[in-house]
T-cell receptor
Framework: EAQVTQNPRYLITVTGKKLTVTCSQNMNHEYMSWYRQDPGLGLRQIYYSMNVEVTDKGDVPEGYKVSRKEKRNFPLILESPSPNQTSLYFCASSFRQGDYEQYFGPGTRLTVT | GESVGLHLPTLSVQEGDNSIINCAYS??????FIWYKQESGKGPQFIID?????DKRQGQRVTVLLNKTVKHLSLQIAATQPGDSAVYFC?????????????FGGGTRLMVKP
């Protein structure tokens, strides 16, 4: 089954404790991205990657890092999480940049206390 | 800055009726628009898209209408079913979004009454 998977689905952590949210797709997509979803603000892009070893900032990159060492994986790293990063996070992928039909993962709900 | 917005945050309809979800966009240079459906606890799912050179596009039970004169986008769902209950997002691709691809609106919640 073609899909985007994320882990963990739920995470509660404390300020300053480094964490990684994994994302993996099995569709051989070149383009991957991370979004956060907050009430009243919709989906905002954090980082995106056009291909292996090619990443760039989205609208709200502060406090986040990403890497793209393999085509299928695109982890999101929070080196020092803060309460304002409490949010619902989605990973998405598409065949390539310019292909606007994005496939989204199920989401990761992160709470930082 | 320019962004995609929605008129109605919540829409309640009777099962079997038609639903219309509206979206206003402000960037007249956007040439692609897309609707996503997000069910509770799930990620957004593609519904239908339309390019700026079209006024209307139909899918299975869904129709998207684009009015470029007033920068308005709508999603029509025919014979609304309980399974249509979800949050619906519109999105556009402003020209400055080189890598961002899409700018999403805030979403409209559709509630279907049995």
């Amino acid at each position: 089954e073609a899909q985007v998977t994320q882990n963990p689905r739920y995470l509660i952590t404390v300020t300053g404790k480094k964490l990684t949210v994994t994302c993996s797709q099995n569709m051989n997509h070149e383009y991957m991205s991370w979004y956060r979803q907050d009430p009243g603000l919709g989906l905002r892009q954090i980082y995106y990657s056009m291909n292996v070893e090619v990443t760039d900032k989205g609208d709200v990159p502060e406090g986040y890092k990403v890497s793209r060492k393999e085509k299928r994986n695109f982890p999101l790293i929070l080196e020092s999480p803060s309460p304002n990063q409490t949010s619902l996070y989605f990973c998405a992928s598409s065949f390539r940049q310019g292909d606007y039909e994005q496939y989204f993962g199920p989401g990761t709900r992160l709470t930082v206390t | 800055g320019e962004s995609v917005g929605l008129h109605l945050p919540t829409l309640s309809v009777q099962e079997g009726d038609n639903s219309i979800i509206n979206c206003a966009y402000s960037n007249s240079a956007s040439d692609y628009f897309i609707w996503y459906k997000q069910e509770s606890g799930k990620g957004p799912q593609f519904i239908i898209d339309i390019r700026s050179n079209m006024d209307k596009r139909q899918g299975q039970r869904v129709t998207v209408l684009l009015n470029k004169t007033v920068k308005h986008l709508s999603l029509q769902i025919a014979a609304t079913q309980p399974g249509d209950s979800a949050v619906y997002f519109c999105a556009e691709n402003p020209p400055h979004n080189a890598g961002n691809m899409l700018t999403f609106g805030g979403g409209t919640r559709l509630m279907v009454k049995p």
